[in-house]
């Protein structure tokens, strides 16, 4: 069985900063591309960021720059080093890769943090 889980979330001031982090587990043969969504109250969940597992990276429009996304393959982990926050990047976020198990492949999710922008 395989295992997203997130950290770093929390409540965090206008124009503050927070890096989340999503660690994969259980009995992985490959990961391939990894992502981060959000999903704010009343609204569909949307992409921010994606990364291959060739390191090539993608960013929804809206940010502008402001997030980064990176992975470790060795702690089979990807990070979101998220900057110059915003109350409307207040959502859940929630991490997905793309795993090769022994037994089958797929996406999976984790159980998304909360991160809260507000002064």
């Known amino acids: 069985q395989v295992q997203l889980v997130e950290s770093g979330g929390g409540l965090v001031q206008p124009g503050g900063s927070l890096r989340l982090s999503c660690a994969a587990s259980?009995?992985?043969?490959?990961?391939?591309?990894m992502a981060w969504y959000r999903q704010a109250p009343g609204k569909e969940r949307e992409l921010v960021a994606g990364?291959?597992?060739?390191?090539?990276?993608n960013y929804a429009d809206y940010l502008k720059g402001r997030f980064t996304i990176s992975r470790d393959g060795t702690k089979n982990t990807v990070y979101l080093q998220m900057n110059s926050l915003k109350p409307e990047d207040t959502a859940v976020y929630y991490c997905?890769?793309?795993?090769?198990?022994?037994?089958?492949?797929?996406?999976?999710w984790g159980q998304g943090t909360q991160v809260t922008v507000s002064s």
């Open positions: 990364i291959t597992s060739g390191g090539i990276t």
């Open positions: 259980g009995r992985i043969f490959t990961i391939y591309n």
């Open positions: 997905k890769a793309f795993i090769r198990t022994w037994s089958t492949s797929g996406d999976y």
